[in-house]
């Protein structure tokens, strides 16, 4: 199992697919999960610090849902971090989760808690990170592609809250976990970053067999 965490826009995304298809392993982006949360709870006419409505929205939640294009919008991903709060949504997520790390062959899963909460035995971590300008380009140019006009200014704007609201939070908020490896992608094309990933990926298979082989 590996679990790939970091702030927005980290290439953490990116990264966790392209480890996916590396070792053959599904791939699960549990930042959709919240994004469906806060869409559907919107959706619903609820107020997203309502956490009642937000975690009933989180319970009946379909993995078919997840598909939805809105789910990749600039407004779904401030939509999730707000209902992203709620220590009810997150407790509702978690089997869903929990199901999907733990099927046979092992699982990719990225998000901000994945190595800390989801799943703290993970024998593989990294903590993806890059400078908050980076990533607000990166993104900026992703929204770009998908057709929504924003300025550069805004999306730096949203990166800064997302942090300070994801990594301030009570439940779960984002951190690195203390065995996770840095990596840092600032500087790095996306080859280098998959490149980096896997000889992380690696090594910790190396240390994982190993151990197992002294067990
Ligand atoms: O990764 P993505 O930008 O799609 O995540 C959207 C939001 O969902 C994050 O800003 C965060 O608030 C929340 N999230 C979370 N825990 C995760 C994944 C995402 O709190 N494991």
Redesign the pocket.
């Known amino acids: 199992m590996i679990a790939v965490d970091g702030p927005?826009a980290s290439g953490k995304?990116t990264i966790a697919t392209r480890l996916g298809a590396m070792f053959g392993l599904p791939v699960l982006?549990?930042?959709?999960l919240?994004?469906a949360v806060g869409v559907l709870t919107q959706r619903a006419g609820d107020s997203l610090d309502d956490e009642g409505a937000a975690a009933a929205a989180a319970a009946i939640l379909t993995a078919d849902q997840l598909d939805d294009p809105a789910l990749r919008t600039r407004a779904a991903?401030e939509l999730?971090?707000r209902v992203?709060v709620h220590r009810r949504v997150r407790d509702a997520l978690l089997e869903f989760q929990h199901t999907f790390a733990r099927q046979d062959g092992g699982a990719v899963l990225d998000?901000?808690?994945?190595g800390t909460v989801i799943c703290p035995d993970a024998p593989a971590k990294l903590y993806v990170t890059a400078t908050p300008q980076v990533r607000a380009e990166r993104r900026w140019k992703q929204l770009q592609g998908q057709g929504e006009t924003v300025a550069y200014g805004d999306v730096l704007e949203d990166i800064r809250r997302?942090d300070a609201?994801?990594g301030g939070r009570d439940a779960?908020p984002m951190t690195r976990a203390p065995d996770a490896q840095l990596l840092d992608t600032t500087d790095l094309t996306i080859e280098a970053a998959a490149d980096a990933a896997r000889r992380i990926v690696e090594a910790a298979r190396v240390r994982w067999e190993a151990a197992k082989a002294a067990d």
């Open positions: 927005a995304g982006d549990t930042g959709l919240y994004r991903g999730a971090s992203a998000g901000r808690d994945i997302r609201r994801d779960a």
